[in-house]
């Protein structure tokens, strides 16, 4: 198995995951890493994270707990354009959902995605992710996973 792994955003990470990319046609489907980290810069409550394999940064995840009820979200999951279609994501997703729900004490953790994003709607339903038949405020599909 792959040497997947998580590290803070910090001096020496944070411009090379700002520059990540995505194959083109996915931007539509999630928000940009600087748009993340300025989100994350306002609401202390997300934690972003730079995805490794190895050393070397091949994407980008950010999640968090929000509310008495410690809704827990894995919100953003991306993986660079050069490192896709490698089973990363579902690696990353994997160990993303045994850290969140450990470090949070949950054992149901939420998602959402934009209805046309297929890949993600796929990946996230063969992992256990349930579709809750609800749309966020933005119209996107929400899920849960139940550990």
């Not at 509310?67 to 994501?89: A, L, V």
Request: charged share 30%; net charge negative; aromatic share 14%.
């Amino acid at each position: 198995m792959y040497n997947v792994y998580f590290r803070d955003i910090d001096d020496k990470n944070e411009f090379t995951v700002r520059n990540i990319t995505l194959k083109s046609g996915q931007e539509n489907f999630i928000e940009t890493v600087d748009e993340c980290l300025k989100e994350a810069s306002i609401y202390p409550e997300w934690h972003p994270v730079a995805i490794y394999k190895d050393e070397i940064i091949i994407g980008f995840a950010m999640y968090g707990s929000f509310g008495p009820n410690k809704d827990t979200w894995i919100d953003r999951i991306m993986i660079d354009e050069k490192y896709q279609g490698n089973g990363y994501g579902r690696i990353a997703m994997k160990k993303l959902i045994d850290i969140v729900s450990k470090e949070y004490g949950v054992n149901v953790i939420y998602l959402s995605i934009i209805e046309e994003n297929k890949v993600a709607y796929r990946l996230y339903t063969s992992m256990g992710f349930e579709f809750m038949n609800e749309r966020d405020p933005n119209g996107e599909l929400l899920f849960k996973y139940t550990i």
